[in-house]
């Protein structure tokens, strides 16, 4: 067995996919099939249910996965602490940040960091933010992106604040408004993040406090999908300030949301006592310069 074997693992059960894990390990389907089946002979155990439409774990995988995840990490952070012990401005970071509140602050902020320091690479993983909580706490992930609140078990580095506003057909009557409340989802089809994100609860919590049962149309973790849904007059939903300003207005409007305090935060996180390898203290020191100096800037 090994480590490699295992990574495969991982990656095949992340993702409920051979082609998918083998795209983003950069490997050939026909290798991770066969590290797969190598692993299931050398265990004695059938890993995965495979069929044409899905691969799903058995019980046996669920088992093994948890073992297989404490091990690549505790491996990881062995080659992490060498690394950074003999080399400088290299080596790679685990990020996970959330497919539908990855906005352009982070992408600036990637950019910048990658014209500094080429040669570490970034490894990005897309996920909903109580996922990539959990993986931070399993030790699968270096730094995550996601509205942090654990303060005794993660430390972080705020980055983004971003009011959410309300996007529509530009068609839909309240495109007429100069903004929109709670009030104005009564009787209106709202499509919402998935559960896997905290502004699912609060939207929705928002929504009762108003005396609005929300009428919920569809949950999603993927901004495309979102934006096609409204643009399809299907109903209305909320994203970060931001992105709203690239979309098509002959094809989505967006309005303003009452609710000042309903708005995207994001930090850079990571585990609190757990050992960082020496590119992402490099990332975590370069994004507290870079803020700074665009704090003065804009002072």
Known sequence: MEIRHLEYFMEVSRYKSFSKAAEVTHTS???ISKAIKDLEIELGITLFYRSTKYVKLTDAGEAILEQAQQIVSSFRNINAQLEGLTKMQTGKIHIGLPPITAVTTFSHLLGAFKSEYPKIHIQLYEFGPKKIEASLQDGLLDIGIFTPEDSDHFEWIW???DPLSVIMHPTHRLAQCCNVDYEDFYGEQIILYNSDYKLHDIIIEGCRR???NPEIAFETSQRELMTQMVAANLGLALLPSK??????PEVIVSRPFSDSQLCLQLALVWKK???LPHAAHELLTFLKNYLSDEIRTQA
């Not at 992105?243 to 098509?248: A, G, S």
């Open 29 to 31: 389907q026909p290798s």
């Open 159 to 161: 980055f983004e604040q």
């Open 210 to 212: 108003a005396g609005v």
């Open 243 to 248: 992105i709203c300003k690239d979309l098509n």
């Open 273 to 275: 006592g757990r050992y």
